[in-house]
C-alpha cells in the first residue's frame, strides 16, 4: 500500500520537476550540445522520471519494512539513511574501485536510473 500511494506521489512529482528543472539548468549556463536538450517523452528522461519515482516508493517499502522489524523508529530511519544515503557520500572519500562496489552493493545502486544516457 505505501509503496503504491508513494509511486502515485512521486509520478507526478517527478514529471512536473523534470522540465523546470532543465529549465533552471539552462537559465545557469547548462547548454546544449553538452547538456541536451530533452523532452519529458524521450527515453533517457522518461526512464529518469519513472525510474525515480519508483525508487521513491522503493524507499519507502525499505523504511515500513525496517521499521516492522527493529520496532523502533529512530533505528529504522538510521538504518535507511546509512543503507541508501550513506553510500553515496563514502564513494566520494574511497578508492575508485571500492566506491563502484560500495554503490553495486547497497541500495544506493538504484539511484543510477536517475543517470540518463543520450
Do not use: C, E, K
Not at 547548462?30 to 530533452?38: G, Q, S
Amino acid at each position: 500500500m505505501i509503496g503504491g500511494a508513494t509511486f502515485a506521489a512521486g509520478l507526478p512529482a517527478t514529471a512536473i520537476t523534470f522540465p523546470l528543472a532543465q529549465r533552471v539548468m539552462r537559465s545557469h549556463g547548462f547548454a546544449p550540445p553538452a547538456y541536451p536538450d530533452l523532452s519529458l517523452l524521450d527515453p533517457p528522461a522518461l526512464r529518469a522520471v519513472v525510474g525515480s519515482a519508483a525508487l521513491l516508493s522503493l524507499v519507502a517499502v525499505l523504511a515500513l519494512a525496517l521499521g516492522a522489524v527493529l520496532r523502533n523508529s529512530a533505528g529504522a530511519i538510521t538504518a535507511v539513511v546509512v543503507l541508501v544515503i550513506l553510500p553515496q557520500i563514502l564513494a566520494f572519500a574511497l578508492l575508485l574501485p571500492i566506491a563502484h562496489w560500495l554503490l553495486g552493493a547497497t541500495p544506493a545502486a538504484a539511484f543510477a536510473i536517475q543517470q540518463g544516457v543520450t
